[in-house]
């Protein structure tokens, strides 16, 4: 079964540091290129960071770029979204997602296999 | 950054209407137009890619059209299962960017 789960997600303090993890099963996760998506609560669909399957080609929006860093192993089918620096406004279920195109690079990427989400909540 | 607005955010509808929901996006983005379903509580649901090519095992009662800054999604005839929210998704620049959202109730 094609599957993708997300997990790391919980309560941090403003500040704080979170490593999100997303597990790959029943496809070859190292065709694929990847990427995050939140959404808060109640609100709607943020793209937050893609990285191809090489790994050579990275994008963050601005929300989060030089705070969050993506990352893959491809050995372990799994994809990380290192959070630091954590804020308020970071508080949101995180999905992992495929892109359904297959090349290095971001144009015409699709998101065709969603994980369930794990919560992130920043409080103090 | 690309802006994608859709319109409506949202609409009241019964089972066998015919639905139309559309997005624009605030400069060209060729056909780089994506499309998603998303029902409470659930991730969302890819329906439509690259403006008009439907998704495997998504029912041909969706479908898509535009190009440039403009584009649709139609649903032929409403289904219980359709009641969701929906986004458009343009992927021709990073940043990625998703519409608002248009939230389909049920009448």
């Known amino acids: 079964e094609v599957q993708l789960v997300e997990s790391g997600g919980g309560l941090v303090q403003p500040g704080g540091s979170l490593r999100l993890s997303c597990a790959a099963s029943?496809?070859?996760?190292?065709?694929?290129?990847m990427n995050w998506v939140r959404q808060a609560p109640g609100k709607g669909l943020e793209w937050i960071s893609f990285l191809s399957f090489t790994g050579n080609t990275i994008y963050y929006a601005d929300s989060v770029k030089g705070r969050f860093t993506i990352s893959r192993d491809n050995a372990k089918n799994s994809l990380f979204l290192e959070m630091n620096s954590l804020r308020a406004e970071d508080t949101a279920v995180y999905y992992c997602?495929?892109?359904?195109?297959?090349?290095?690079?971001?144009?015409?990427?699709?998101?065709?296999?969603w994980g369930l989400g794990t919560m992130v909540t920043v409080s103090s | 950054d690309i802006q994608m607005t859709q319109s409506p955010s949202s609409l009241s509808a019964s089972v066998g209407d015919r639905v139309t929901i559309t997005c624009r996006a605030s400069e060209t983005i060729n056909y780089f137009l994506n499309w998603y379903q998303q029902r409470p509580g659930i991730a969302p649901k890819l329906l439509i890619y690259?403006?008009?090519n439907l998704q495997s095992g998504v029912p041909s009662r969706f479908s898509g059209s535009g190009s440039g800054t403009d584009f649709t999604l139609t649903i032929s005839s409403l289904q219980p299962d359709d009641f969701a929210t929906y986004y458009c998704?343009?992927?021709?620049?990073?940043?990625?960017?998703f519409g608002g959202g248009t939230k389909v109730d049920i009448k």
């Open positions: 029943g496809f070859t996760f190292s065709s694929h290129n």
């Open positions: 998704q343009q992927s021709y620049n990073s940043p990625v960017t």
């Open positions: 690259a403006t008009s």
């Open positions: 997602a495929t892109d359904r195109h297959h090349g290095d690079y971001l144009r015409g990427c699709s998101f065709n296999i």
